[in-house]
């Protein structure tokens, strides 16, 4: 019954506010006197009230529409009944304050203008004017407040499967592998390392506890991927969270929006160390390949020096060809490096099993990658960075049955490493961006010499990688 | 699917308010109109018209009952008051937000003076439009409320004041809603 059909683009227009909205509409609106549809994007423009000075500029998603609108619409009228109160109010959720009578601070919540700033100033006519066009938005339609998603059922179904499936494999490999094992069981360590890879997960807390000791076996890597693996998590937390305070920028609608402050160079210092936790890349590349994330950066290239000693140190560590290939399901899908196919190809060939990976290479010869680390790393990229971000939309993209179309978003951060945008590159993309697992606009993402605008591309095979954006987009 | 509207025009506010909610909103909806009377100088004919033009007649079809709807403020003076049922405050605030609508120009202009000044640090009595709404609003307040309730000076030009600020609100799309949920949360 939620089945939707194509985009609506709507406009509305107040003196100093303008409002532009791409909806989809739902089928229930048969059952309605309205239609009602659900606001994938929107723009928000809040010109000045003497009509001098840059308008300020919000954009953002269905996610963060819904609460920008309420918190609006609530403040509005709880200042017409001179009853403004904040005991409730959630730093991450969009609200309001009132500086006198005439003018309110709007406090963007996770959000940001198209200048990195996280509170927009509003006069009273600028206040009406906002209540206005959401008035002329309720009039014409009716917004959903949850979100559509018909392919909820289809995607568990396709889980379903694809644990089957696996199971299906385990078992015949097994089958097939059993009696050479029980043969070769008395031979040595060596004839034991393909089981265990297979079976890592259950031998993982002795891994763990052997990977402490001096002695750097396979599954000192296997386990150390699995630190890597949760280790985005962990620095997600601790690299954000001094950022709002730190960063907590307004700028007025009446004009002059006050310039972004760029994060704090020593910052992305931290990060760059869990790195040096991650596991001995496994192929030969991995000494040239820091010296790609450096392509890609537009800026810090005082990270550089600190970096590159870093990594040469687990390249001159003992390696095993033997990492527990279980683990390397991720990282195949982001084999293709930013420097070339060649080195994504090159790994395929050393990896073996490489169906998926080279599937990848083929599809984006242009395109940059994940961020060229050896591919035993490439399954823990650096927390908060842009390679994080591609990694999780990675996990999250889950295509549609009926695409077959590459869906290219352009991301646009802010000076300050704030996702601020995602522009589709087409109706097609901006039909598909609710369903594309491209975090929210206002998550803070701190690239440090990553791109301001990256390209993202979202394959209809599953993979996703990235490229540079041309800076006019 | 929504109920047919109603002929009627008034009964298509939403909420119902009690009968001891009522007292607050005449008071309320007659202050929002000494607001407008000040600011843009309307007087009944205007009022009346309006209410013609909203298919209102019945509830306000000449002056002396426009009158005695405003004389039901529990703050004016005099006798004779009467009992304003929902009805008819529901035909006062349609009537207001109309009249704010047509004068909506003339209301923005005087809210934008209002925050020029107040970002200037000027009184807002030195500005020429917002100074001869001020005195008419005063003027208006001392003539007719019982003088039992007058406020201070102070306290008259931030009441005259706010209410200028809330007519930018109720003159737009969704003024009617607005004023009608304002007058009814504020008079619980």
Known sequence: ?473 | VESPQSPKPATNLGPVPAPEQLDSIKAQLDLVLLALEALVGLGSEAMLEAAQKLGLADLMGDRVTLWRLRQASPLRKGQGRKKLDVDEARGLVLVSVHLAQQHQTRIREAVTLLETATAQNKPPHRVALLGDYLDAFNNFYEDRMTPDELPTPEHLRDLALKLLVDLVFYSQTGGTRRLWLALLERSR
């Open chain 1, 1 to 473: 019954m939620t089945s939707t059909t194509l985009l609506t683009p709507l406009r509305y227009d107040s003196p100093t506010v303008t409002l532009e909205v791409s909806a989809r509409e739902a089928a229930v609106s048969q059952w309605s006197d309205k239609p009602v549809v659900q606001v994938l994007r929107y723009q928000l423009y809040i010109r000045p009230l003497g009509g001098e000075g840059d308008p300020v500029e919000l954009r953002g998603d269905r996610a963060s529409f819904v609460p920008l609108m309420e918190a609006v619409q609530a403040y509005i009228q709880a200042q017409l009944l001179g009853n403004v109160h904040g005991s409730d109010r959630l730093p991450s959720v969009p609200y309001l304050e009132p500086q006198g009578l005439t003018q309110h601070s709007l406090h963007l919540g996770h959000l940001r203008t198209s200048t990195g700033a996280s509170t927009i100033h509003l006069g009273a006519v600028q206040l009406a004017d906002f209540g206005e066009v959401l008035d002329q938005l309720d009039a014409a339609v009716r917004p959903l407040p949850v979100p559509l998603t018909p392919t909820r059922q289809r995607r568990s179904w396709k889980r379903w499967g694809a644990v089957a499936a696996g199971m299906v494999a385990a078992v015949g490999v097994t089958t097939t592998l059993w009696p050479n094992y029980q043969t070769r069981q008395g031979v040595g360590d060596t004839a034991l390392e393909a089981p265990t890879a297979e079976q890592a997960p259950a031998v993982m807390p002795d891994a763990e506890s052997e990977a402490r000791s001096p002695q750097p076996e396979t599954a000192t890597d296997s386990t150390a991927a699995d630190s890597a693996e949760t280790t985005p998590d962990a620095g997600n937390l601790t690299g954000e969270a001094a950022s709002p305070t730190e960063r907590d920028e307004t700028t007025s609608a009446a004009g002059s929006p006050n310039p972004p402050i760029n994060p704090a160079a020593p910052q992305p210092a931290p990060r760059s160390t869990p790195k040096t936790t991650a596991p001995a890349p496994a192929s030969t590349p991995s000494a040239a390949e820091p010296a790609a994330p450096a392509d890609e950066a537009t800026t810090t290239t005082p990270d550089t020096p600190d970096r590159a000693p870093e990594v040469q140190e687990p390249a001159s560590s003992p390696q095993t060809a033997t990492r527990a290939p279980a683990r390397e399901i991720a990282p195949h899908r982001n084999a293709p490096t930013a420097s070339s196919t060649e080195s994504a190809d090159t790994l395929a060939a050393n990896e073996g099993d490489t169906e998926e990976a080279g599937a990848t290479a083929e599809d984006s010869p242009e395109t940059f990658a994940l961020p060229t680390e050896p591919p035993n790393v490439a399954g823990a990229p650096e927390p908060g960075s842009l390679a994080a971000l591609v990694e999780m939309v990675r996990d999250r993209w889950q295509p549609p049955a009926d695409l077959n179309q590459t869906l290219i978003y352009t991301l646009v951060f802010a000076a300050d490493g704030t996702l601020v945008d995602v522009i589709p590159a087409d109706d097609l993309a901006a039909q598909y961006l609710d369903r594309t697992g491209i975090p929210e606009i206002g998550t803070e993402w701190r690239p440090s010499g990553d791109p301001q605008q990256v390209d993202l591309l979202l394959h209809p095979n599953g993979n996703v990688d990235f490229r540079d954006a041309a800076p006019a987009q």
